[in-house]
């Protein structure tokens, strides 16, 4: 397999791997040191003198300006949010639906952005599903689409089979009919680079925890900043152009700003904002081509070792369809997720198998390490389990 960058060095970085076999980073990545250390600093500013807040502030805007040019967009196009499920509502509510319009989704997709305009259904909107197939592009929506229809809301990167749908060509799709396009890239920001402005986006949502190595409890929303008829569904003194300096609320200081500021509430989670600048300045290091190539080869080389045991993959085989880093492989959860965990293998359970899901950190070793335990525990004998279970300590 050919190094695309130094493994054993970034694995260093993630104390955790030492001890268990993490193929489980489509739930979350476990910290890493910058991450830590990012933390750590806040905490130790505070401690120490109350915590400069100025100074912090001025991270927070450092660190918009890293995401934004992680996603080729503007610094002013970038929220922070709670998590992904805030970002899609405040998509979902900030789009001027009304009733009888409609909104194609995909069937299957995450719950949490489809409940986020399912509950537009009390304005009277109406929510479509679409199919799930190994490919979802512009032609899967094109028929769906009528005079009634004003959004398509989909995923990038499906949670629980590895779909890597062709957001550009949905993009597309959306600007030749004037539609508005929300994409959730939770699964795949972080590993597989976004250009917001090529799939032109009307809004994407994410939160951190995953691909971001940043733990849970801060997201992220983009907001094509042209489209200045989308407003928030509430409103707080810090979503204001002018917000009033004595305090004091009045009705006829209501404008908003020209800015994705006008999502926001305030109060912001400052520590992990402050780690989210350390873990972009760490993927970026590295090169996030580089990671989703490293990805890539990793699943190539997982699909090989499945193939010659005979069992089966969830969801697409071909690189130009599938995430570089999320696979489920056939076996039934129920049966076989304890076992993984004894064995010191941490996957998560997924609709139709057992998801194994990479980072920069995984190696080839971790995959030969489930794929002998996989082999144990399906060997004919007892001696023969035994065997193959003591070459994984």
Known sequence: MRQHYDVAAVRKAFPATEHVV???????????????????RFLWESFENAGPKQIWLNRLEETRAKVADFLGVEPHEIAFTKNTSESMNIAANALPLRAGDKVLMIHGDHPNNAYAFLNLRKKGVEIVFIPMTDVVDAESFRPHIDERTRAISMSHVTFHAGHRFDVASVGELCAQHSLYFVVDAMQGIGVVPIDAKAIKATFIGSGTHKGLLVPQGLGLLYWDATRTELEPAYLAAASLAEPP??????????????????????????????????????INQIGIEKIQQHCFDLGDYLIDRLDRLDIGLVGPRERQHRAPHIYVIALPAADWLDYFTQNGIRISPERDGIRVS??????????????????????????????VLSKLG
């Open 22 to 40: 993490y193929l489980d980073s489509g739930f979350q990545t476990p910290l890493s040191r910058p991450v830590k250390e990012a933390y750590e």
């Open 245 to 282: 300096l004595d305090f004091i609320a009045r009705p006829d200081n209501v404008a908003l700003p020209a800015t994705a500021g006008r999502f926001e509430l305030g109060n912001f989670n400052l520590p992990a904002i402050q780690a989210l600048g350390a873990a972009i300045d760490f």
């Open 358 to 387: 990479l980072g920069m950190f995984n190696t080839i070793e971790d995959i030969d390490r489930l794929i002998e335990a996989i082999r144990a525990r399906n060997a004919p004998s007892t001696r023969a389990r035994t065997a």
